[in-house]
Nanobody, 124 residues
Framework: VQLQASGGGLVQAGGSLRLSCAAS???????MGWFRQAPGKEREFVAA????????DYADSVKGRFTISRDNAKNTVYLQMNSLKPEDTAVYYC???????????????????WGQGTLVTVSS
């Protein structure tokens, strides 16, 4: 069971990046989420999507700028990040929550598998 996140990098404020998270080892018919952790801060929820893609949720800080999506045929979840701000700078992690209940997906400890993280740096 592995999650491989990619797509991070350095971008100027106002720019865009698309993160990808490929799952291998099994088919994750569950909720997938993105979290981020800035230096000296706790890991925080960014976005989540259910198996069908019909339910999504976003942190208020990214709503309207970020879009989460998934391609189940490729076992991959994406995070399209637009209008990036310096405060979006963090290591971004993808994770799997082995549940189909889209109600407690914002809680870090509810996630069962985590990727290694990809660094996003937004310069001002």
């Amino acid at each position: 069971v592995q999650l491989q996140a990619s797509g991070g990098g350095l971008v100027q404020a106002g720019g865009s990046l698309r993160l990808s998270c490929a799952a291998s080892g099994r088919t994750f018919r569950y909720i997938m989420g993105w979290f981020r952790q800035a230096p000296g801060k706790e890991r925080e929820f960014v976005a989540a999507i259910n198996w069908s893609g019909g339910q999504t949720d976003y942190a208020d800080s990214v709503k309207g700028r970020f879009t989460i999506s998934r391609d189940n045929a490729k076992n991959t979840v994406y995070l399209q990040m637009n209008s990036l701000k310096p405060e979006d700078t963090a290591v971004y992690y993808c994770a799997v929550h082995e549940s189909n209940y889209f109600g407690n997906h914002r809680i870090v400890s509810n996630y069962d598998y985590w990727g290694q993280g990809t660094l996003v740096t937004v310069s001002s």
